[in-house]
Nanobody, 123 residues
Framework: EVYPVESGGGLVQAGGSLRLSCQAS????????IGWFRQAPGKEREGIAC????????HYVDSVKGRFTVSSDNAKNTAYLQMNSLSPEDTAVYYC????????????????YGQGTQVTVSS
């Protein structure tokens, strides 16, 4: 069973940076799509980034494009979300999710989510 675990959240001032980690076990970290999601208070969970093992390509929603970078280290079974130029609007619980049935984000159906990590950005 795939079990992702997020870490790296915390409190940061506006303009600051954080790097989230998503360590996933239970599968061979070779073929996957890993997505990053967030849920702000009172809002629905939204997908913000994804990385495909097929070609290492990364995809972002417009609200984080140019500020966030997703990457993965297969040797460490870990994916990362580097978040720069954070603003209070980025405050949310951040989740990663893994789909091991595909190697491309466009075909991903994420069902295995972690427990989330809180990111709070103060103004």
């Amino acid at each position: 069973e795939v079990y992702p675990v997020e870490s790296g959240g915390g409190l940061v001032q506006a303009g600051g940076s954080l790097r989230l980690s998503c360590q996933a076990s239970g599968f061979a970290f070779d073929d996957y799509a890993i997505g990053w999601f967030r849920q702000a208070p009172g809002k629905e969970r939204e997908g913000i980034a994804c990385i495909s093992s097929w070609d290492g390509s990364a995809h972002y929603v417009d609200s984080v494009k140019g500020r966030f970078t997703v990457s993965s280290d297969n040797a460490k079974n870990t994916a990362y979300l580097q978040m720069n130029s954070l603003s209070p609007e980025d405050t949310a619980v951040y989740y990663c999710a893994v789909d091991t049935t595909t190697t491309t984000c466009s075909h991903a159906d994420f069902v295995a989510y972690g427990q989330g990590t809180q990111v709070t950005v103060s103004s």
